[in-house]
């Protein structure tokens, strides 16, 4: 089974003006690079042969205006079919087609079309008709890519709606993380000011006892001297230096205390 049409220069012999008929040559692949290397080849016949599928560089064929894939076995065109914007006749017949990609809305040029003998789904094949004659075969055109069109414009509604619904939540994430983000700083606020608040109650209540201590060692102090005094005028004897030294350790033991 042949995989391509050979070199460039075999295709060019095939070539007849603006014609290029590669049908019943057993092709399994298309040759792309060969077939993009004769753009005068507006004109293509791939018919009754083996394709499975097309490549996606297929698309860039941009100079196709007639184009026959009759008799094939495609099972789907390529998702940007509609790249071949100057196509105007597409001949489908007798191939696995279920459904045509949505690109296939932007084949303005499109005038004839023919999808007969393919496993259609059911709203497309009412939509295409039959193409039994010239006339039916151009109707089949405007009304499929009608069809395409009305599926072209919800699919753009519903990506449309899907990127609004992922908009918006990504703003209520924002929203959410921002709310976060306050409650934790206000948390940090109120523990700061509950640790400051702790530690001057600390200092306060350090304070505070720092003067009482203070009072009390004074008093005693105080209480110390009357003592000495009162027993240097019961005593009588005790000289200048006794009552110093008198004084001095009961000082020293408040101190220790």
């Not at 303005?108 to 259609?120: A, G, R, V, Y």
């Not at 990506?159 to 206000?186: C, G, I």
């Not at 009072?215 to 006794?242: D, I, M, P, W």
Request: charged share 35%; net charge positive.
């Amino acid at each position: 089974m042949a995989r391509g049409g050979g070199k460039a220069g075999s295709l060019k012999d095939k070539l007849d003006g603006n014609e290029l008929d590669l049908s019943l040559c057993d092709l399994s692949e298309v040759p792309v690079r060969e077939l993009a290397a004769l753009p005068k080849a507006t004109v293509l016949d791939l018919s009754c042969n083996n394709l499975l599928s097309l490549p996606s560089d297929f698309c860039s064929l941009t100079h196709l205006v007639k184009l026959d894939l009759s008799k094939n076995r495609l099972q789907q065109l390529p998702v940007d079919f509609g790249r071949l914007v100057n196509l105007q006749h597409l001949d489908l017949l007798n191939n696995r087609l279920v459904t045509l990609p949505v690109s296939f809305a932007q084949l303005k040029n499109l005038k004839w079309l023919d999808l007969k003998d393919n496993p259609l789904d059911p709203v497309l094949a009412k939509v295409a008709g039959d193409c039994l004659d010239e006339k039916q075969c151009k109707q089949a055109a405007v009304r499929v890519l009608q069809h395409m069109k009305v599926i072209q414009s919800e699919q753009d509604r519903e990506r449309q709606r899907k990127l609004q619904a992922e908009r918006e939540m990504e703003k209520k994430r924002e929203a959410e993380q921002r709310a976060r983000e306050a409650q934790e700083r206000e948390l940090r606020k109120r523990e700061k000011a509950e640790e400051k608040e702790r530690r001057r109650r600390e200092y306060d209540a350090q304070r505070a006892a720092k003067q009482e201590m203070e009072k009390k060692t004074k008093k005693e102090t105080v209480q110390t001297r009357t003592q000495v005094l009162g027993e240097t005028r019961n005593g009588g004897s005790n000289t200048a230096t006794e009552l110093t030294e008198a004084f001095e350790a009961g000082s020293c033991r408040q101190v220790k205390q």
